[in-house]
C-alpha cells in the first residue's frame, strides 16, 4: 500500500510559478500511475494531469495544457507538477492521487474520474492573486 506525502504550494502573484511534490512510501511507486487534481472553493475536484508509471505517457486537461508539467523521479519514489503562468483561476487545494498499474486507462474519462484512484495525497493550497 503506498502512502502519497505532498510538499509545496502556497501563495503567489498571477505569472509565477510554483513546484509540487508527491513523495511516495511504502511500494514501488512505479507501479502507480500518479495524478494531480485540485479543487477550488464550492466546485467539484477537477483533474489537471496524469502520468504513467514509466513516465512516458503524460496527459494535461485543457485548462493547464503548455503551463503545467507533470514529471516523476523514481529514483527519488516522488511525482512532481511544475506549474508556470499560474492564474488567479488556478487557485485551489490541489491533491496527488495514485493508483496501482502502471499504464494509463485508454479512457479519458476513467483518467480523469478521481473515484479511479485509490490512494490521496493530504492536499496543498495554492493561491494565486491577481
Known amino acids: 500500500q503506498v502512502q502519497l506525502v505532498q510538499s509545496g504550494g502556497g501563495l503567489v502573484q498571477a505569472g509565477d510559478s510554483l513546484r509540487l511534490s508527491c513523495a511516495a512510501s511504502g511500494s514501488t511507486f512505479s507501479n502507480y500511475r500518479t495524478a494531480w487534481f485540485r479543487q477550488a472553493p464550492g466546485k467539484e475536484r477537477e483533474f489537471v494531469a496524469i502520468i504513467s508509471g514509466s513516465g512516458r505517457s503524460l496527459f494535461y486537461s485543457s485548462s493547464v495544457q503548455g503551463r503545467f508539467t507533470i514529471s516523476r523521479d523514481d529514483a527519488k519514489n516522488s511525482v512532481s507538477l511544475q506549474m508556470n503562468s499560474l492564474k488567479p483561476e488556478d487557485t485551489a487545494v490541489y491533491y496527488c492521487?495514485?493508483?496501482?498499474?502502471?499504464?494509463?486507462?485508454?479512457?479519458?474519462?476513467?483518467?480523469?474520474?478521481?473515484?479511479?484512484?485509490?490512494?490521496w495525497g493530504q492536499g496543498t493550497q495554492v493561491t494565486v492573486s491577481s
Open positions: 492521487a495514485a493508483e496501482l498499474g502502471a499504464v494509463l486507462p485508454p479512457s479519458s474519462r476513467s483518467r480523469s474520474n478521481p473515484n479511479s484512484y485509490q490512494h
